[in-house]
């Protein structure tokens, strides 16, 4: 049925698509009875609870950042399944992001090419939201993905991470650190360890001054050197953070089939996600695994389309995987998908 339907709206501008598709099943879900089908029909029956970074999740199958920039879908995204959906990438201030089109399919190699530039509607307005949501006494794990203005000099980023940390601070259960994307100029060179010593560093004091703590895990990017990853497992280990995510999106286009690099070529920048990063991430989970012996906990994500694929990433030394190109080309049930193949 999905099949049918995605040829229909492969017909038409992915970002348009997003949000009517999500605007479509917010509407629905006022029906009553229409939410106690979609759970039937795409919450998985087989109940596997999974503890890490010291919460209870549901499932270990997640919503990756970039699909709910703003916190508006989490209650349609928990009946489809999600056992946590990570919000964001969220800044201080509101930003437009990139111009569009700025979100491109390859189809051929069941990719997406996207160059969004952190558009959201800034912290203070993501909070207010999550905090009208909490009060309804909704439970969903909720990550929040945080990253520094465009018009913040690298300079001053750790600046931004730490004003979104203690905006989002009261409302999610854990944060994600995004120094990875290829959409923000500049963004990446953060990866760098002094700078990234600066941000978390910061962040992990923040903390402190807390109740509760929220663990701070950072994401990677796929095109990282094993050299830089073993930095960024050197700092991880010294400053006790939380996590790693492996991983963002890719620029390297050698990942494509001539007529996927066809079409990226024509689209222009951005970050490829999908089917061709998915050896790549997998290869760098396994290498940090074992390259601090399970010490570092992995989120991973990165082509993860069905349950072997998430297998495989659990098996390289994930704790859990994180989907979204997937999700598009799927359709609802990815996550009833999955979880019906992971260990109980």
């Known amino acids: 049925m999905y099949q049918l ?17 999500m605007n479509s099943l917010q509407f629905l879900c006022r029906i009553p009875l229409f939410p106690a089908v979609l759970k039937k029909l795409f919450q998985p ?17 997640g919503l990756g950042a970039g699909f709910d920039k703003n916190a508006r879908y989490l209650d349609e995204l928990e009946l489809l399944g999600f056992g946590f959906v990570e919000i964001g990438t969220v800044t201080p201030l509101p930003q437009a992001g ?13 990719a997406l090419l996207n160059r969004m530039g952190f558009n959201n509607d800034g912290a203070a307005v993501i909070a207010g939201r999550l905090e009208d949501w909490r009060k309804q006494n909704k439970r969903l794990i909720i990550g929040g993905n945080i990253g520094k203005n465009k ?24 944060f994600v650190v995004n120094v990875s994307s290829p959409n923000t100029p500049g963004l ?13 560093g910061n962040l992990q004091e923040l ?5 509760v703590r929220r663990p701070v895990l950072l994401k990677i990017a796929p095109d990282l050197l094993f050299e830089q990853i073993d930095e960024v497992v050197e700092l991880a280990l010294e400053i006790n953070l939380d996590g790693l995510v492996a ?13 996927g690099k066809l079409a990226a070529e024509k689209y222009g920048a951005g970050g490829l996600s999908g089917l061709p990063v998915k050896n790549k991430s997998t290869e760098i989970v396994a290498y940090i695994h074992q390259k601090t012996n399970g010490r570092i906990p992995i989120i991973a994500s990165g082509g993860i389309f069905s349950g072997i694929d998430a297998l495989e990433k659990i098996n390289a030394g994930a704790s859990l995987v994180q989907v979204w190109t997937g999700f598009i080309y799927n359709g609802p049930a990815i996550v009833k998908a999955i979880c019906n193949k992971l260990p109980s």
Do not use: M
């Open 188 to 200: 990446r060179a953060l990866q760098e360890k002094d700078a990234l010593r600066k941000i978390l």
């Open 151 to 174: 018009i913040t000099a690298n300079e001053d980023a750790w600046k931004d991470y730490a004003h979104c940390f203690h905006a989002l601070h009261p409302y999610v259960d854990y």
């Open 98 to 110: 990139n111009e569009r089109p700025r979100l491109f399919r390859l189809p051929a190699d069941k």
């Open 5 to 21: 339907l995605r040829r229909l709206l492969f017909c038409f501008d992915p970002e348009k698509v997003h949000y009517f598709s």
């Open 247 to 259: 991983s963002n999106t890719t620029i390297d286009r050698n990942l494509l089939s001539k007529e």
């Open 45 to 61: 029956k087989k109940k596997a609870p999974y503890h890490f970074l010291g919460l209870n999740f549901p499932n270990r199958v």
């Open 207 to 211: 903390n402190k001054q807390y109740k």
